[in-house]
């Protein structure tokens, strides 16, 4: 994979780094702590231009992550509710759960938008509770931009300067993407077992 990211980055230019970075969120294995400061650094060596290439990153980011604002659309909250109601305990959520997180998310869903596009692991997931909960499209957006461009910002500017070392990046980030699944798994078997079936 890594060879091919840097074959699609070095000859496809920008369009390369669209393309990537539109598949890194469609497919969360393909990693942006690589894409983007290879970016970087190919823009070093007078290749690309800095800023173009955080613009072909950030958009590609923004439209990689409709996909899943769409499919949380279209699953819905009514959907999942019902199904809640019969897989509760391996949801570990109760119908009631699903309407508090769902307020929850209408109320702070900007800020969660925006933080979540600069977390690992959490920057693709991030755009299903805001399709689902039907997050105005513009705002959205708009989060959605500001953020991606915050995180592909910070990683081809790392790229830029460290230059040949820009793969140092990805080995630093990619423990704290690992950390965070590692979390979330957690909590998910903690909530398992303590998960108790809403009384009707």
Do not use: C
């Not at 230019?13 to 294995?29: Q, S």
């Not at 920057?123 to 299903?128: D, E, G, Q, Y």
């Amino acid at each position: 994979m890594f060879n091919h990211i840097v074959d699609l980055v070095s000859q496809g230019g920008y369009p390369g780094i669209f393309l990537l970075m539109l598949a890194e969120n469609i497919f969360p294995p393909i990693p942006s702590e690589l894409i983007m400061p290879l970016a970087g650094f190919v823009a070093a060596q007078g290749e690309l231009d800095i800023v173009l290439a955080i613009l072909a990153g950030t958009a590609g980011s923004v439209v990689g992550a409709l996909p899943w604002y769409y499919a949380g659309k279209l699953f819905g909250a009514a959907r999942l509710k019902r199904m809640a109601s019969r897989f509760g305990r391996w949801m570990t959520v109760a119908p009631d759960d699903i309407e508090l997180a769902s307020v929850w998310f209408v109320r702070h869903g900007r800020a969660a938008v925006f933080f979540g596009r600069l977390i690992p692991a959490i920057r693709t997931l991030i755009s299903v509770p805001a399709g689902i909960v039907r997050m105005p499209m513009l705002p959205f957006l708009f989060y959605s931009t500001i953020g991606s461009l915050l995180w592909t910002s910070l990683l081809a500017a790392i790229g830029y300067i460290l230059q040949a070392h820009y793969t140092l990046v990805e080995g630093y980030i990619d423990p704290l993407s690992k950390g965070v699944v590692i979390l979330v798994v957690l909590i998910y078997l903690y909530r398992f077992i303590r998960f108790k079936p809403q009384q009707s």
